[in-house]
């Protein structure tokens, strides 16, 4: 606890995408107390053009008004 799961575009590489759980994890860190052990982050990729119908339409939009940051499309 806790877990973060980050939905992307495809196109970074492991290095990135190795960057971004590692600064996620210092961010949830210092935001919740908890230790590194205790975090786990999860990225998927998702192409473009499924992203509407298999991201926006299933779970951000289901769950707007419990998203802490909104997208802007």
Request: no cysteine; proline share 8%; glycine share 6%.
């Amino acid at each position: 606890m806790p877990h973060v799961i980050v939905k992307m575009y495809p196109g970074n590489t492991e290095e990135q995408k190795g960057k971004l759980a590692e600064e996620i994890t210092k961010v949830v860190m210092a935001s919740t107390g908890k230790p590194e052990a205790a975090v786990s982050v999860s990225i998927v990729e998702v192409p473009e053009e499924v992203w509407m119908e298999q991201v926006y339409q299933t779970e951000i939009l289901p769950e707007i008004d419990n998203l802490y940051k909104k997208p802007g499309y």
